[in-house]
């Protein structure tokens, strides 16, 4: 079942182009009402989330794409980089399959997979019994991969510091246009794979333009995961969120990392 709208597949329902008269104003109003239901449920597990690893000075990243655009393979690059200097876990979201968390693993930290079977999202239900394995106390830093989706996960806060979107430059700098929730419920763009902008026409100064058209306070920065250009930068944004119980307050200069020399 799609949560973002409870539909289940057992009723003909396709989201954005079924025929308006297939809904009557009730059912458009009982979809309403599961819709804020859930929304509502979803907010109340994030601030615990929120609460719990702010009490603890973990600083949770929530790293939402489409499929591909390379969050596995940041996560193994940032963590070679910055193990030695933060505690850091992983939380990995996919529809099926361990195999990016046995991907983080081999880095040798620790990492849940939760697999969301039909569901397009991870949700704060889960990234709080995820967060159940671990004492916090013993982590900085939390990575939480969202399953690669750019539409549904953004209605789902999970408690995270900041929201991190990775757009590839294989994709298209049209995406932040197409895709405008995503690009306004996050704080940091990440635009990957930059080695292979010599080979594509995507334009960069577009594509921070478009995404700030949709979020004016949207923070980009560029890298190739592949290449290690701009992981710096990266390293760096990471290790500069101030922890909080509320959401978002990434503060330059200012370094949380329990254990960050
Ligand atoms: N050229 C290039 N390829 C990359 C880069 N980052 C990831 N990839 C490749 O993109 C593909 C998808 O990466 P993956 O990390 O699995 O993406 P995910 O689905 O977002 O987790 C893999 O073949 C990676 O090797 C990058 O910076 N440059
Ligand atoms: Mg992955």
Known sequence: MCTTCGCNGAV????????????????????????????????????TNRQML??????????????????????????????DAARIAVIEGDQQTELDA????????????????????LDAHQVGHALEHWSLDELDIIYIENVGNLVCPAAFDLGEAA?????????GEDKPLKY??????????????IDLLPYLDFDVEKSIEYARRINPDIQVLQVSAKTGQGMDAWIQWCRQTKVSPARATVIPGEFVCNTAS
């Open 12 to 47: 003909s329902h396709q989201h954005g182009h079924h025929p308006h008269a297939s809904h009557d104003h009730e059912d458009q109003a009982r979809i309403l009402q599961v819709e804020q239901n859930i929304l509502s449920k979803n907010d109340q597990y994030a601030a």
């Open 54 to 83: 702010s009490d603890h000075k973990v600083a949770a990243f929530n790293l939402v794409s489409s499929p591909g655009s390379g969050k596995t393979t940041l996560l193994v690059k940032t963590i070679q980089r910055l193990k």
């Open 102 to 121: 046995q991907r983080i693993r081999e880095t040798g930290v620790s990492a849940q997979q939760i697999n969301t079977g039909k569901g397009c999202h």
């Open 163 to 171: 929201r991190v979107v990775v757009l590839s430059v294989t994709e």
């Open 180 to 193: 405008p929730d995503m690009f306004y419920a996050s704080d940091l763009m990440l635009i990957n794979k």
